[in-house]
T-cell receptor, first 118, second 112 residues
Framework: SAVISQKPSRDICQRGTSLTIQCQVDSQVTMMFWYRQQPGQSLTLIAT?????????ESGFVIDKFPISRPNLTFSTLTVSNMSPEDSSIYLC???????????????FGPGTRLTVL | GNSVTQMEGPVTLSEEAFLTINCTYT??????LFWYVQYPGEGLQLLLK?????DKGSNKGFEATYRKETTSFHLEKGSVQVSDSAVYFCALGTGTASKLTFGTGTRLQVTL
């Protein structure tokens, strides 16, 4: 199965600062995604990280607030900029891999980064 | 737009009890449906999936049937174990390798 790692696993940050979250996958993948899970809420897609081009953002999310990099097919970063307490969430990256059990492309997720903004 | 509604948790069961976690959806077209599980400290893992009406997805003793007439995809297991304690997410996707829409998740706690 796929291995997706994220760093940091958790952080506590001050209002107005920025945090960059790293996502590393263990093999080359075409599509990577970034999700946010606010307390008691479902996962919400922030953007699709495209290798070699700008990320594609979902409604309600903008590049200035959540800049994303995708320098190669195994790595992506998400920055949460100018943070406020409302940004306190779990941030997850994901990627599609071929799954031999389900015999289809399957979306795998990293363990998440738990962010608290004071 | 697409949406997924799951039953509120937490659900607390004794070991060997029967589990049902309800999931209903709203979508245009013919989505694929998924159940993901998140064990403590880990990422979401695909538990099972179904891609068309009347399909039954199954894995690790869990199963769910894609019911188009009731727009539902309820998760069931005949006899839960303590090791099944986790958060379960229902999700839908449209198209291959597509974005997923998730429910809010249901926490299951199984006790001895």
């Amino acid at each position: 199965s796929a291995v997706i790692s994220q760093k940091p696993s958790r952080d506590i940050c001050q209002r107005g600062t920025s945090l960059t979250i790293q996502c590393q996958v263990d093999s080359q993948v075409t599509m990577m995604f970034w999700y946010r899970q606010q307390p008691g809420q479902s996962l919400t897609l922030i953007a699709t990280a495209n290798q070699g081009s700008e990320a594609t953002y979902e409604s309600g999310f903008v590049i200035d607030k959540f800049p994303i990099s995708r320098p190669n097919l195994t790595f992506s970063t998400l920055t949460v900029s100018n943070m406020s307490p409302e940004d306190s969430s779990i941030y997850l990256c994901s990627a599609y891999y071929w799954d031999r059990v389900f015999v289809t492309d399957t979306q795998y997720f990293g363990p998440g980064t738990r962010l608290t903004v004071l | 737009g697409n949406s997924v509604t799951q039953m509120e948790g937490p659900v607390t069961l004794s070991e060997e009890a029967f589990l049902t976690i309800n999931c209903t959806y709203t979508a245009t077209g013919y989505p694929s449906l998924f159940w993901y599980v998140q064990y403590p400290g880990e990422g979401l893992q695909l538990l099972l999936k179904a891609t068309k009406a009347d399909d039954k997805g199954s894995n690790k003793g869990f199963e769910a049937t894609y019911r188009k007439e009731t727009t539902s995809f309820h998760l069931e297991k005949g006899s839960v174990q303590v090791s099944d304690s986790a958060v379960y997410f229902c999700a839908l996707g449209t198209g291959t390798a597509s974005k997923l829409t998730f429910g809010t998740g249901t926490r299951l706690q199984v006790t001895l």
